[in-house]
């Protein structure tokens, strides 16, 4: 069920125009200090976990994996998506939230 409450608050994201997806754009948006979490799905390959958890680290952003890039492409209502950037703060801490709790469970 909070998985479900999860994608839909990710595809509200999306309608609102918060979120970027694409590895070259999130690394850009990183650098600027524009991305406020970033959600990579669990079957990314290695290299591009690796290159966005570097990006994320060295500029202090938070980082979850979550979902398969099927799941993260449904609900933004796109193709298959591996790494998605939120540049909201508001929704960047509720989708935080709502994800650790999930993975408490």
């Given at each position: 069920?909070i998985?479900e409450q999860i994608?839909n608050f990710?595809g509200?994201?999306?309608?609102?125009r918060?979120v970027?997806?694409g590895e070259?754009?999130?690394?850009s948006?990183?650098?600027?200090?524009?991305i406020?979490?970033?959600i990579?799905?669990t079957?990314?390959s290695?290299n591009?976990k690796?290159?966005?958890?570097?990006?994320?680290?060295?500029?202090h952003?938070?980082f979850?994996?979550?979902?398969?890039r099927?799941?993260l492409g449904?609900?933004?209502g796109?193709?298959?998506?591996?790494?998605?950037?939120v540049?909201d703060?508001?929704?960047?801490?509720?989708l935080?939230?709502?994800?650790d709790?999930y993975c408490?469970?």
């Open positions: 069920m998985k994608f990710l509200l994201a999306m309608r609102a918060k970027k997806v070259s754009v999130l690394i948006e990183i650098k600027k200090r524009n406020k979490l970033v990579l799905s079957d990314a290695d591009a690796k290159n966005i958890k570097n990006k994320c680290d060295t500029y952003v938070p979850r994996v979550f979902g398969t099927v799941e449904q609900s933004l796109k193709e298959e998506r591996v790494n998605v950037g540049t703060s508001g929704f960047a801490k509720k935080m939230s709502m994800i709790e408490k469970e």
